[in-house]
């Protein structure tokens, strides 16, 4: 199988040389994109268990203080 | 004069109680650190990069994994004329030759088979084999160090080359995870483990700019990167994965993990098998602790995107909270057990404190890896529940509503027409067992062999929990590393169970 979109490779090096980036391809720009938005959603996961873990605490003081 | 000491003593056993807390503490702020991943990593200095790559294996016996593993390399997403295994073969008495051979035929010039006559020094000794032919001429980009049993995804590779592009970068890592299918329950504990200690941990250590180490499975470099190393691979050591990564940062090149870049290993199932994995693995980071002495705290304050950042005071902390957990435990317990018998009425508080900081600290952690990657946790959730043990479950329980649970223990004697038992019984043991956990994941270990023995150590192992199983290799490292123990390399046998879930 050969994968090579968009001629990749043969950036290779010139990606090595400052100021001579080739233009990043659709593909590339996707998955780039949609990891940072999953890292992005990390820290709405923290928050939930954050106050979930608030949630506790007050439970704790509320009913078992 | 003799009330102040006492009054001194007290506060000092009681901060050295609370100071149990500090590698759970030190976890939770490594698991806040990764929640601003989204913010600080690596991405924006990324690019398509497809580096002429050579993958490079170590194998002794592999004959079971090793066709697999090259069959998924080759069907990764990357250019066929840009990519070459080089398994060497660390003078095999198993089927791996063949193997390797048969692959080598099947995929012609881009399956490479070396041959070491003289084997069993070590993965590190292998892999500088392999490296002096493979640095011998300048096709070589890049190099991918793994393991026999380790299974690629299609777009693993690729997705690593990617960080690559930035020429600051010497190495990239990748999420490595347990695929033993189907499994049971160790397996399932180490599965939930790298979730922490991969997907969550290496998270908060790219936003810190510093990593302890690039996994063994899986690291990929530039040529650059290992010229600079002065192309070979330490040996002196257990940890060759850990020095390289450090002597990659203290040179000036920066380290990235990428936790979209996924790979399946196979881990052992039984106590012993992990037992002389984690102890290999633990020997090896007393010897890097010793080793960089001079380097720990050296350069506190340090400025981001200013160097390395392993002297720092962040990183040294991680470092030190991890690597002294044991001690941590038993001196908690240790003075815990000297307040109680002292007749201190700062016992309980001291136990209160430190527990409630562990509570918080393990509700944390535990939710917020379960949600880093669901899919895993889906398979694993029980055991990261129990990833500290029942009895230490239960005394977090105990410590955050102390009243409701009393009476519930008394309703439940009550009901069993049983004596309540005294608080003077079961305190001193609730005070040692932080401490004497360690004891019993050692027995753990030592019950399994035998058919009655791996029910008992599957038990224990439960009880005191897998963390502390752990922490138990830890301890025992440190003895073994105390006695200039021989450095033997015990292989954590593969047999091929390795499956990608679809």
């Given at each position: 199988m050969t994968f090579d979109p968009d001629g990749q490779r043969e950036h290779w090096v010139a990606q090595r040389?400052?100021?001579?980036?080739?233009?990043?391809p659709r593909m590339f720009r996707n998955e780039v994109r949609t990891a940072v938005r999953y890292e992005r959603g990390l820290v709405m996961k923290a928050f939930v268990v954050l106050a979930v873990l608030a949630v506790i605490v007050l439970l704790r003081l509320r009913y078992s203080a | 004069m003799t009330h102040w000491l006492i009054d001194v003593t007290e506060w000092l056993l009681f901060a050295v109680v609370v100071a149990g807390a500090a590698p759970e503490l030190a976890g939770a702020g490594q698991f806040l650190l990764a929640a601003g991943h989204g913010w600080r990593n690596h991405y924006d200095e990324c690019a398509p990069a497809f580096p002429r790559t050579a993958v490079l294996i170590p194998a002794w016996n592999e004959g079971a994994v090793i066709g697999a593993s090259i069959d998924r390399l080759m069907a990764a997403q990357y250019p066929v004329g840009s990519l070459r295994v080089y398994v060497?073969?660390?003078?095999?008495?198993?089927d791996t030759p063949a193997a390797v051979r048969a692959k080598g035929e099947q995929y012609p010039g881009r399956v490479v088979h070396l041959r070491r006559d003289?084997?069993?020094?070590?993965k590190a000794h292998t892999l500088n084999h392999g490296l002096a032919v493979i640095l011998?001429?300048?096709?070589?980009?890049a190099l991918l160090v793994t393991d026999a049993d380790v299974i690629f995804e299609p777009a693993t590779l690729r997705t690593m080359t990617?960080?690559?592009?930035?020429?600051?970068?010497?190495a990239v890592t990748c999420y490595i995870k347990e695929g033993?299918?189907?499994?049971?329950y160790l397996t399932r504990f180490i599965g939930y483990e790298y979730i922490t200690a991969q997907a969550g941990a290496r998270r908060g250590q790219n936003v810190l700019g510093t990593l302890p180490c690039l996994a063994g499975g899986a690291q990929l470099h530039s040529r650059a990167n290992l010229l600079a190393l002065g192309g070979r691979i330490d040996t002196?050591?257990?940890a060759e994965d850990t020095f390289t990564t450090f002597e990659t940062q203290l040179r000036g090149h920066r380290v990235v993990f990428e936790p979209h870049a996924v790979c399946w290993a196979e881990e052992p199932d039984t106590i012993g098998g992990l037992w002389k994995q984690r102890l290999r693995w633990a020997r090896g980071n007393v010897q890097v602790t010793s080793c960089y002495r001079r380097l720990w705290?050296?350069?506190?304050?340090r400025r981001r995107?200013?160097?390395?950042?392993?002297?720092?005071a962040t990183f040294g902390t991680l470092w030190f909270c991890l690597f002294l957990q044991p001690v941590f435990m038993i001196t908690s317990s240790v003075s815990l057990l000297t307040l109680y018998f002292a007749g201190s009425p700062e016992v309980w508080p001291a136990f209160r404190a430190l527990w409630i900081a562990n509570a918080a600290a393990y509700l944390f952690i535990t939710g917020f890896t379960l949600l880093i990657d669901p899919a895993t946790a889906r398979r694993t959730w029980r055991q990261a529940v129990l990833f500290p043990g029942v009895v230490n479950v239960a005394i977090i329980a105990y410590t955050c509503f102390p009243r409701p649970l009393h009476a519930a223990l008394d309703d439940l004697f009550a009901a069993a027409h049983l004596a309540v038992p005294h608080a003077a019984w079961i305190m001193p043991f609730i005070y040692a067992w932080l401490g004497a956990s360690l004891a019993i994941a050692y027995l753990a270990k030592r019950a399994e062999p035998g058919r009655a023995g791996r029910r008992l150590s599957t038990a224990l192992v439960y009880v005191v929990g897998y963390g502390t199983l752990l922490c138990a290799c830890t301890f025992a490292a440190y003895v073994k590393e105390l006695r200039r123990a021989e450095m033997s390399w015990d292989k954590t046998e593969k047999t091929g169970k390795v499956t990608i879930p679809t």
């Open positions: 040389e400052p100021g001579m980036l080739p233009r990043q | 060497v073969d660390d003078a095999s008495t198993d003289e084997g069993g020094q070590g011998g001429d300048d096709w070589m980009e990617r960080h690559l592009a930035d020429p600051t970068v010497g033993s299918r189907p499994g049971n002196t050591s257990l705290f050296r350069q506190p304050f995107g200013s160097g390395h950042g392993l002297g720092g």
